[in-house]
């Protein structure tokens, strides 16, 4: 049983389209994250939802925005895509906001613009 | 803000014992953790340690913080070629996690 699942594992897009990649967790935890990793392993925070609501929002342009339908889902939706985005997105999930509970990750999606 | 940095590469041969490091700069952090990344994979959850330990140890794995250095490191013992992956160490600040830059380990046969 897949505790955090993403969608698609792979992407590849043009510069300029829109494309979402959904995120799912059957943990029942409250919390839910998006991270990047660049080409150089460099894993950075996006964004972190408590119980469908934005908490943490980490200088990301507003060409991405997150949604959270209901606390299992967190979808990230990217708006004309440019080639710096390009990297891998992965979702993460814990029982609680505090960063003393565990994250548990999604496998990825690596998001290829050309 | 938090800033938290590895070596880069560390390479060991089959048995060895592996040694990677990691220093923080925020000694808030309650929590420390060790996550491993597989090639094409995601995040494992490797082990933790809380900040008011000074070592853990679990099966091959031994973790020893140095609260005074803000120093964290990952000892394994009897390193395989399974274990070849790159490490993250992460920290806590204002509720979220600071990661590492990771440390590529290379395990030779």
């Known amino acids: 049983d897949t505790a955090v699942s993403q969608t698609p594992k792979y992407l590849v897009t043009q510069m300029g389209n829109d494309k979402s990649i959904k995120c799912e967790q059957n943990l029942g935890h409250d919390t839910m994250y998006w991270y990047k990793q660049d080409s150089k392993k460099f894993l950075k925070i996006m964004f972190s939802?408590?119980?469908?609501?934005?908490?943490i929002n980490e200088t990301v342009p507003n060409r991405f925005s997150p949604k959270s339908p209901d606390k299992a889902h967190l979808n990230l939706h990217i708006n004309s895509l440019e080639l710096g985005d390009s990297a891998v997105y992965f979702c993460?999930?814990?029982?609680?906001?505090?960063?003393?509970?565990?994250?548990?990750f999604g496998p990825g999606t690596r998001l290829t613009v050309l | 803000g938090e800033d938290v940095e590895q070596s880069l590469f560390l390479s060991v041969r089959e048995g060895d014992s592996s040694v990677i490091n990691c220093t923080y700069t925020d000694s808030s952090s309650t929590y420390l953790y060790w996550y491993k990344q597989e090639p094409g994979a995601g995040l494992q959850l490797l082990t933790y340690i809380f900040s008011n330990m000074d070592m853990k140890q679990d099966q091959r794995l031994t973790v020893l913080l140095n609260k005074k250095d803000k120093h964290l490191s990952l000892r394994i013992a009897d390193t395989q070629t399974g274990d070849s992956a790159i490490y993250f160490c992460?920290?806590?600040?204002?509720?979220?996690?600071?990661f590492g830059t990771g440390t590529l380990l290379a395990v030779q046969p």
């Open positions: 993460a999930s814990s029982q609680s906001p505090s960063w003393g509970d565990t994250q548990y």
């Open positions: 939802y408590n119980n469908k609501e934005l908490i």
């Open positions: 992460a920290g806590g600040a204002t509720n979220k996690l600071i």
